[in-house]
């Protein structure tokens, strides 16, 4: 079984969490290959939801910490540069859950999600052992990116092993 | 009316807080809680008229604490705030006794629409 999401079902998901929610604008989708080098260099905060079940993958959100600090001004209600770090893990997780909740229907035989994990630093390169992307959308609003990736795990015995 | 919200992210709590307002229901005294297991412990406290659980929480879920107050015999209703969306928990939720469910992202009509009865 493999992903069946595609990118606009992705796309969707995406902008109905962050824009009807949140009344966040993360910018225009940018072209695979004109942001592969570049979302490393901004990433500074990830967070992920793992999927486990009949299939298993991963969900991974990767943004700079601007867009990250609007979308947890967003949710708390406060002012973007009264953002405390854990505010922002908090956020950002959330997002995670929430995205990867309305993914999940469209996965195939997929159980359960995982509590979100949040990474704080600078030039993150996210990924997951053992799985590879399926499908990702990112976007850039300037110098800002926020990408969001499905992982796949080959099997569960490629994960064992 | 006192609704009690249980999420363990705070973000979520507060967002929940602001959608209740926004439907309509600012004079409400709102309770929170992180977990089920807080929650169980709010509701035997605070007495709410209504529950707004999360479904996946560290410590006790939301299914579990629904589960744990209809084992009690608390009839408080209690509705889910979740990003779990698929029919599979739908009907788990409802079989177990859930009021009704709001799935992420949601907006202030949905609020509105599921507690009005309870108003």
Same mark, same amino acid.
Request: aromatic share 6%.
């Given at each position: 079984?493999?992903?069946?999401?595609?990118?606009?079902?992705?796309?969707?998901?995406?902008?109905?969490?962050?824009?009807?929610?949140?009344?966040?604008?993360?910018?225009?989708?940018?072209?695979?290959?004109?942001?592969?080098?570049?979302?490393?260099?901004? !990433?500074?905060?990830?967070?992920?939801?793992?999927?486990?079940?009949?299939?298993?993958? /991963?969900?991974?959100?990767?943004?700079?910490?601007?867009?990250?600090?609007?979308?947890?001004?967003?949710?708390?209600?406060?002012?973007?540069?009264?953002?405390?770090?854990?505010?922002?893990?908090?956020?950002?997780?959330? %997002?995670? =859950?929430?995205?990867?909740? =309305?993914?999940?229907?469209?996965?195939?035989?997929?159980?359960?999600?995982?509590?979100?994990?949040?990474?704080?630093?600078?030039?993150?390169?996210?990924?997951?052992?053992?799985? +590879?992307?399926?499908?990702?959308?990112?976007?850039?609003?300037? &110098?800002?990116?926020?990408?969001?990736?499905?992982?796949?795990? /080959?099997?569960? &015995?490629?994960?064992?092993? | 009316?006192?609704?009690?919200?249980?999420?363990?992210?705070? /973000?979520?709590?507060?967002?929940?807080?602001?959608?209740?307002?926004?439907?309509?229901?600012?004079? !409400?005294?709102?309770?929170?809680?992180? =977990?089920?297991?807080?929650?169980?412990?709010?509701?035997?406290?605070?007495?709410?008229?209504?529950? %707004?659980?999360?479904? =996946?929480?560290?410590?006790? +879920?939301?299914?579990?604490? %629904?589960?744990? %107050?209809?084992?009690?015999?608390?009839?408080?209703?209690?509705?889910?705030? +979740?990003?779990?969306?698929?029919?599979?928990?739908?009907?788990? /939720?409802?079989?177990?006794?859930?009021?009704?469910?709001?799935?992420?992202?949601?907006?202030?009509?949905?609020?509105?629409?599921?507690?009005?009865?309870?108003?």
């Amino acid at each position: 079984m493999h992903v069946t999401v595609s990118e606009p079902d992705l796309a969707e998901i995406v902008e109905g969490a962050t824009s009807m929610m949140l009344g966040l604008d993360l910018g225009e989708i940018a072209p695979r290959d004109a942001v592969s080098d570049v979302t490393p260099s901004r !990433c500074a905060i990830g967070a992920s939801v793992q999927f486990t079940g009949e299939w298993s993958g /991963a969900l991974v959100i990767g943004c700079d910490e601007s867009i990250g600090n609007e979308a947890a001004a967003a949710m708390f209600g406060c002012e973007v540069d009264r953002v405390a770090a854990d505010e922002l893990a908090d956020a950002l997780g959330e %997002l995670a =859950n929430m995205i990867a909740g =309305n993914v999940k229907p469209l996965l195939p035989a997929t159980t359960a999600l995982s509590l979100p994990t949040v990474v704080q630093g600078s030039h993150l390169l996210l990924g997951i052992p053992g799985a +590879t992307p399926a499908v990702g959308v990112t976007y850039q609003r300037g &110098a800002s990116v926020f990408s969001v990736e499905i992982y796949e795990r /080959a099997s569960k &015995a490629a994960v064992i092993a | 009316m006192k609704i009690l919200i249980v999420d363990d992210s705070r /973000a979520m709590r507060m967002i929940v807080k602001r959608h209740v307002a926004q439907a309509g229901f600012e004079g !409400c005294e709102i309770v929170e809680a992180e =977990n089920g297991r807080e929650a169980l412990e709010a509701i035997r406290a605070a007495a709410p008229d209504v529950v %707004l659980s999360d479904w =996946n929480m560290p410590e006790m +879920t939301g299914i579990e604490l %629904l589960e744990a %107050l209809r084992a009690e015999g608390v009839t408080v209703p209690l509705g889910f705030v +979740t990003s779990e969306s698929s029919p599979d928990f739908k009907d788990r /939720a409802f079989d177990a006794g859930a009021a009704f469910m709001i799935t992420k992202p949601f907006g202030a009509d949905d609020f509105t629409r599921c507690l009005a009865p309870f108003v």
